[in-house]
């Protein structure tokens, strides 16, 4: 069965970093574009940030973009975003999720909340 | 950027009734449009992709269609588990946007 574990949410202040991953299984994680999405506590689904198989393309939303790093080691099966410059309206559970079609294999998500 | 309006955005409804959610896009995204369920805390499930094809293993209760940049979802007959909140999802173009989204509710 397919999965992805998201991992490393955390309580971090106003500024701060965080790295998060998703490792995935049960599937040829080479093959597939992956991709970010989040979701502040009581919103709507907001896409953050996609990347090709290799790594070689990488988009982002407007308000993450030079703050926000995707990427990927396909030896390890994972997916990392790294967040730099946290903002208080960075709080939310973000998600991973399979294929440039966004498909429906998404992980459970991890929390990042971002407070002093 | 395409803006996705999403409409309504709450929507009250008894079981067995038919109801209908859309969507229309700021431009035209073909048919790259999807339609996601979300109950509380769990992650979204892709009902429709490419507008109007089914995911397998969701009941057929579930459509989707399309005219122009206008997409609509619609459930046949409502179901008990089917109160949820809906979301379309553009992913013509980035940065891929969804909806705000649709509460469905018991009435």
């Known amino acids: 069965e397919v999965q992805l574990v998201e991992s490393g949410g955390a309580l971090v202040q106003p500024g701060g970093s965080l790295r998060l991953s998703c490792v995935a299984s049960?599937?040829?994680?080479?093959?597939?574009?992956m991709n970010w999405v989040r979701q502040a506590p009581g919103k709507g689904l907001e896409w953050v940030a996609s990347?090709?198989?290799?790594?070689?393309?990488?988009y982002y939303v407007d308000s993450v973009k030079g703050r926000f790093t995707i990427s990927r080691d396909n030896a390890k099966n994972s997916l990392y975003l790294q967040m730099n410059s946290l903002r208080a309206e960075d709080t939310a559970t973000y998600y991973c999720?399979?294929?440039?079609?966004?498909?429906?294999?998404w992980g459970q998500g991890t929390l990042v909340t971002v407070s002093s | 950027d395409v803006h996705m309006t999403q409409s309504p955005s709450s929507l009250s409804a008894s079981v067995g009734d038919r109801v209908t959610i859309t969507c229309r896009a700021s431009q035209s995204i073909r048919n790259f449009l999807a339609w996601y369920q979300q109950k509380p805390g769990k992650a979204p499930k892709r009902l429709i992709y490419a507008a109007s094809s089914l995911q397998s293993g969701v009941p057929s209760r579930f459509s989707g269609s399309a005219s122009g940049t206008e997409f609509t979802l619609t459930i046949s007959s409502l179901q008990p588990e089917d109160f949820a909140t809906y979301y379309c999802?553009?992913?013509?173009?980035?940065?891929?946007?969804f909806g705000q989204g649709t509460k469905l509710e018991i009435k």
């Open positions: 999720a399979r294929g440039r079609n966004i498909e429906d294999y």
């Open positions: 049960e599937f040829t994680f080479s093959a597939f574009w």
């Open positions: 999802l553009q992913h013509n173009s980035y940065p891929y946007t």
């Open positions: 990347i090709k198989q290799d790594g070689s393309d990488k």
